[in-house]
């Protein structure tokens, strides 16, 4: 961070507002005029396994379908749920032997 940037900060937490809700802002401002770097910064989280499906939707402003989409033609596997009861009980299973 520049020199300016931090001393426009550090003047804005002395005048009680928060760093955090000042940086949240200017994120979630600047990420609204790039749409694309959105869509990006979704997919990333999603195939780093940081975001859900929905959750990488809603970071990309766009559908749950087309979310899909977009996984697919950045060729990004999408995650799905167990096929079957089994497979579920197997993986639980597993978990509970690595949690213990």
Do not use: Q, W
């Amino acid at each position: 961070m520049l020199d300016y940037e931090t001393e426009i900060l550090d003047a804005t937490s002395k005048l009680g507002y928060k760093r955090s809700d000042i940086l949240h802002s200017a994120l979630k401002m600047y990420l609204d005029v790039n749409t694309d770097l959105k869509e990006k910064l979704a997919v990333e989280l999603y195939k780093e396994g940081k975001a859900s499906l929905g959750k990488a939707s809603e970071i990309a402003d766009i559908s749950y379908e087309e979310m899909k989409e977009l996984l697919v033609n950045n060729k990004v596997p999408i995650r799905r749920g167990p096929a079957s009861l089994k497979e579920m009980k197997n993986r639980a299973k597993e978990l509970a032997e690595i949690l213990s």
